[in-house]
Structure formats: structure tokens, C-alpha cells
């Protein structure tokens, strides 16, 4: 599987996780899965931004929670347009996506109901933070820029563009249309390949 990048938004006095998305890229598309906050709960998603990088007409395409299987199921492209009928995911393309989930969340990542959920709980009341059904490990918050009330990370080849599209268009609440960090120059999308 190729290198994901990826971005994590925490309020430790504030909502929790805010978000996390990770992504590979090939020009044109790129396509990953997230996870964040709306309202008390946190959906997640896989998705893939048809033409990210083409002057075409972007399609923003999501399955309904991480049923990858199911297809995609929205076009928020378009709004919260739900698609009928779902397109279908290639077969190939929901390995990369079901892995590059796995490897994401492994790394980043505990769910309540997970083994290590109570351990990193107690962590997080330890030092005051707030806690959700989903925290980051609290040993991965130490790379976190901690400027402000949302603590944020990215990953070295980050593109600030693709958080800009997709944080305009996806269901989650986390709405911060300009990133702490300046958007960085067209070189930083080389080595782009296709999946």
C-alpha cells in the first residue's frame, strides 16, 4: 500500500476529536476515510474526491459508515446528495481503502469497546482532557502542534488543499476553513501515483 497522509483535530477542553482523516493520492483522484464529530456521535467514512487534482468537475463520493461494500452512497459534491442507486467501489480499490483504515486507526486511533479504551481513559483524565467514543493514543499527542484550542497534526506530505475540500463539504462538524498552517506550493502533490 502506498504511504497515507494524514490530519487530527483535538479540543482537549472543547469537543474531544474533532476529526481524523487519512488518504492516498493518485492523480487525478485521491480516496481515504475519516472520522469525526457531529453532534454527540462520530460517523465515519470512506470517500474518494473524483479529479482532485484536474480542472474537471470534482466528485466528492462517501459510503454510508465504513460499509465499503455497500458503495458509495453520497456525493456531498453536490450537497448531502444521496446517491440511488450507490455507484459501486472497485473491488481492488476497497482493499486499499480497508486497509489504509486499519493502518490509520492501529496507528492513531482507540475505540470504546477496544482494550486499550479505558487505559488511555484514565490517561485522558489524568491530564484533564476530554474524552469521546474515540480518543488518539495520548502517547501520539505529543506530536501535536498545541497552538490554540484545537490541538492539530499533519503528516509531513499532508496536502492543505484536500482538508479545504473536504472539511467544506463533509457531515462532520469540524468546519475550520483555514488550516494553522499555510497552504504549501503545487510541489508539495509530487509523487502522487496512481492507486
Known amino acids: ?3 497515507h497522509e494524514c490530519f487530527l483535530a483535538y479540543a482537549p477542553r472543547g469537543a474531544g476529536l474533532l476529526c481524523a482523516v487519512a ?5 487525478p483522484d485521491i480516496v481515504g ?14 470517500f474518494r474526491v473524483e479529479n482532485f487534482f484536474a480542472a474537471e468537475q470534482k466528485r466528492f463520493w462517501a459510503t454510508a459508515g465504513s460499509d465499503i461494500y455497500g458503495g458509495w452512497r ?11 442507486p450507490t455507484e459501486p467501489v472497485d ?3 476497497c482493499h486499499v481503502l480497508d486497509r489504509l483504515e486499519d493502518v490509520f486507526v492501529a496507528e492513531w486511533l482507540v475505540f470504546k469497546g477496544d482494550l486499550r479504551f ?15 467514543d474515540v480518543l488518539i493514543e495520548h502517547r501520539k499527542l505529543a506530536k501535536f502542534d498545541r497552538e490554540g484550542p484545537a490541538w492539530t497534526f499533519y503528516s509531513h506530505g499532508f496536502n492543505d488543499e484536500v482538508l479545504r475540500y473536504l472539511i467544506a463539504r463533509w457531515p462532520l462538524d469540524h468546519y475550520n476553513s483555514s488550516p494553522a498552517r ?12 496512481p492507486f
Not at 476515510?33 to 470512506?46: D, L, N, T
Not at 504549501?184 to 509530487?190: P, Q
Request: no cysteine; hydrophobic share 30%; proline share 3%.
Open 1 to 3: 500500500m502506498m504511504q
Open 118 to 132: 479505558d487505559v488511555e481513559k484514565a490517561v485522558y483524565a489524568r491530564e484533564g482532557w476530554v474524552t469521546s
Open 23 to 27: 488518504y492516498v493520492s493518485g492523480e
Open 182 to 193: 499555510p497552504a504549501r506550493s503545487e510541489g508539495a502533490r509530487a509523487g502522487h501515483r
Open 33 to 46: 476515510w475519516f472520522v469525526g464529530a457531529k453532534g454527540r456521535s462520530y460517523p465515519s467514512a470512506y
Open 74 to 84: 453520497y456525493d456531498y459534491a453536490r450537497g448531502d446528495s444521496e446517491l440511488e
Open 91 to 93: 473491488d481492488d480499490l
